[in-house]
């Protein structure tokens, strides 16, 4: 079974400032890693994803991942925040075929000026 | 542009009646839609898997005959939820896959719903 913890329901950080969203994941196969963000009242939108191969990922907006599978963890980050990444985060694992998605409980992004 | 389109984005009904989400790929045909539910301040829960021809697949603890999903075509599912009430106002949000099992979900825009 898969499951995936993201730490920290809020993160606030300053404009300019290290973004960082933790994520740690449990699976009993390779699993396939995603990060999605969603503004408020909208659906998500696909930030990056790990499946195979190169263990650090970038995605789009300035934001990568690094898959360390002896940390299971999946942490998000960006080097310097901007006030239009102010959003919700979330952490998702790959459940079996068909794209079946377990989500984090999210992580609310707040960037201070 | 957009892939997915979801209709409508907002919808506010009197408890007892029933409402239509519409699921539409625009770009590529889909045998397999995801329907999730949102609560405030919480995650996306997986309710069902919709599949073209055939009956949709429902989690654990997904009512069927309350949320009924029909896969009507290669580009169209439509979940209903059937005599509504306030407990199911929440965040409906469909995801169709493009293709291969690791590839990312496509997202429709959600629908809030608001039982009164």
């Known amino acids: 079974a898969q499951s995936v913890t993201q730490l920290g329901s809020h993160v606030s950080v300053s404009e300019g400032a290290l973004v960082l969203l933790r994520c740690n994941y449990s699976?009993?196969?390779?699993?396939?890693l995603f990060w999605y963000v969603q503004y408020p009242n909208q659906g998500l939108q696909l930030l990056l994803k790990?499946?195979?191969?190169?263990?650090l990922v970038k995605g789009i907006n300035g934001f990568e991942a690094e898959f360390k599978k002896s940390e299971t963890s999946f942490h998000l980050t960006k080097p310097s925040a901007h006030m239009s990444d102010a959003a919700e985060y979330f952490c998702?694992?790959?459940?079996?075929?068909?794209?079946?998605?377990?989500f984090g409980a999210g992580t609310i992004l707040r960037v201070k000026s | 542009g957009a892939v997915v389109s979801q209709h409508p984005s907002r919808v506010i009904c009197k408890s007892g009646t029933s409402v239509k989400i519409e699921c539409r790929s625009l770009?590529?045909?889909?045998?397999?839609m995801f329907w999730y539910r949102q609560f405030p301040k919480q995650s996306l829960m997986l309710m069902a898997t919709?599949?073209?021809?055939?009956?949709?697949?429902?989690e654990q603890g997904v009512e069927k005959d309350k949320f009924l999903i029909n896969h009507a075509s290669l580009t169209l599912s439509t979940l209903t939820v059937t005599s509504a009430h306030p407990e199911d106002s929440s965040f409906y949000i469909c995801?169709?896959?493009?293709?291969?099992?690791?590839?990312?979900?496509?997202f429709g825009n959600g629908t809030r719903l608001t039982v009164t």
């Open positions: 790990y499946t195979t191969g190169a263990t």
């Open positions: 699976s009993s196969v390779p699993p396939y």
């Open positions: 998702a694992v790959g459940k079996g075929k068909g794209n079946k998605l377990v």
């Open positions: 770009d590529f045909q889909a045998t397999t």
């Open positions: 995801s169709v896959p493009p293709g291969t099992d690791n590839s990312p979900l496509h």
């Open positions: 919709s599949n073209e021809g055939s009956k949709a697949t429902y």
